[in-house]
């Protein structure tokens, strides 16, 4: 017999495959972060579109470690996986 899941996350913080968590991501970006108006879908380019620098990137790193209480390591914290939006959900899905 399998021990069953434990979810370790408190009452209060998001699960990340939860897609109001990715939606909340974009909006703070979107907000706070992105030195552009505009949409910002799970496939846009970030960082190749000049949407998010490198102290953009800071911010949202910061914003998801509060957000789900778990530090990112600083060498996770790399273009694959900062993208898109889609590539830090699936990042943060296999973290």
């Given at each position: 017999?399998?021990?069953?899941?434990?979810?370790?996350?408190s009452a209060d913080q998001p699960a990340v495959a939860d897609d109001a968590f990715e939606?909340?991501?974009i909006e703070f970006i979107m907000t706070d972060v992105a030195l552009d108006?505009?949409?910002?879908?799970g496939e846009t380019d970030?960082?190749?579109t000049g949407?998010?620098?490198s102290?953009?990137?800071?911010?949202?790193?910061?914003w998801i470690e509060t957000e789900l209480g778990r530090?990112?390591?600083?060498?996770?914290?790399?273009l694959e996986n900062f993208q898109t939006v889609?590539?830090?959900?699936?990042f943060l899905r296999s973290a």
């Open positions: 017999m399998s021990a069953p899941d434990v979810d370790n996350r939606a909340a991501l108006e505009g949409q910002i879908e970030l960082l190749l949407l998010v620098d102290l953009g990137v800071v911010l949202i790193v910061e530090a990112i390591d600083p060498a996770d914290v790399v889609d590539a830090m959900m699936e």
